[in-house]
């Protein structure tokens, strides 16, 4: 799994330093998920990041939840997802904007139902609203 995706961070993990201070080697992990060196190495340095499995060993190993392998994202609870959900529920209930809307898949030819583009547009729009009227806050 990258790294970056759009030139965003997507998540860090804290591998090297959760196992060098369980006293084991980034040696004993490699030869312990029979995985690569290198592939162990580009974890480290956050180039890649394990599958839940191999990541699930790697706490087994070291004896840790998986999710201290994992630095914290900093986030905090504003709500968003609950207003987000509101607009949802506000833009197909009182504006009528259905959920889904029929496309002609040409691979499969023929009709399925899909999310509603229009629908996406406007939730993204209110969510960019939101991220601004919640950051001037902040500042």
Do not use: C
Not at 14 to 24: D, F, L, N
Not at 73 to 102: C, H, M
Request: glycine share 6%; aromatic share 6%; charged share 30%.
């Amino acid at each position: 799994m990258p790294r970056k995706k759009n030139n965003t961070v997507i998540q860090k993990n804290r591998i090297k330093e959760i196992v060098k201070a369980s006293g084991a080697s980034q040696r004993l992990v490699a030869i312990w998920l029979d995985v690569n060196y290198t592939t162990v190495s580009s974890w480290n340095s956050n180039t890649t990041q394990p599958e839940a499995e191999n990541l699930n060993s790697i706490g087994e190993l070291v004896e840790v939840d998986n999710r201290m392998l994992y630095e914290p994202q900093g986030r905090t609870n504003t709500g968003f997802a609950k207003s987000l959900e509101s607009e949802l529920q506000r833009l197909n209930k009182i504006e009528g904007i259905p959920l889904e809307v029929e496309k002609f898949d040409k691979k499969r030819g023929i009709v399925v139902k899909v999310n509603n583009p229009e629908l996406l547009k406007k939730l993204r729009e209110f969510a960019n609203g939101l991220k601004k009227h919640n950051s001037s806050n902040n500042s």
